[in-house]
């Protein structure tokens, strides 16, 4: 049940400030950081994270739009671990759509466009924040932006409550 998830601070989050609240929020849940660096990645690399699986679930404009905001600026690249730490992770970060992400998530606190208006403005929705949304985009994800040197096992404060 002890799961890694993946988890960016996208170029918006890391331009407005926004690195420190979102790495609180994580740390305050008992969730562990195990991995973290920051990095300006290629359209290339752009690729791997936004693979395929996007233009089929949400179109190829909607992935062109991913693959131009993602390259914009440097991101903050992370890896969680804890109880159902996928789930808890999206749970915490909010809906993919500001208009409807609930209050208390990082999306419904700290952003509010639609889908319409990202849409006529021929932009992705800027949302500050990328999580793995199952099992198998984690373990693809992990792999893809960490080395297994850059991942680190230690006790923190949390474990005593859990093993
Ligand atoms: P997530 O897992 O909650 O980030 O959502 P998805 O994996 O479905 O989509 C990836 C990202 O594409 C989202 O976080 C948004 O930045 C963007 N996106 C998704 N759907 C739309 C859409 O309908 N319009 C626009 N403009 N952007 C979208
Ligand atoms: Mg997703």
């Given at each position: ?6 988890v960016m ?69 992370m ?52 999580a ?32």
């Amino acid at each position: 049940m002890i799961e890694r998830t993946f988890v960016m601070i996208k170029p918006d989050g890391v331009k407005r400030a926004l690195i420190g609240e979102v790495i609180r929020r994580f740390e305050n849940s008992g969730l562990k950081l195990i991995g973290m660096k920051m990095l300006h990645v290629d359209k290339d690399f752009a690729k791997k994270h936004y693979t395929e699986d996007i233009t089929v679930r949400r179109g190829e404009a909607v992935r062109n739009m991913l693959l131009d905001y993602v390259v914009e600026g440097p991101v903050v690249a992370m890896v969680w671990e804890g109880v159902v730490a996928i789930e808890v992770v999206r749970k915490i970060v909010g809906g993919t759509e500001p208009r409807t992400a609930v209050p208390g998530t990082i999306r419904g606190d700290y952003t509010h466009v639609s889908y319409a208006y990202a849409d006529a403005k021929k932009l992705p929705v800027k949302n500050i924040i990328h999580a793995s949304g199952d099992a198998k985009d984690a373990a693809h994800e992990v792999a893809l932006w960490f080395s297994a040197k850059e991942l680190f096992s230690y006790t923190n404060v949390h474990d005593v409550h859990l093993y």
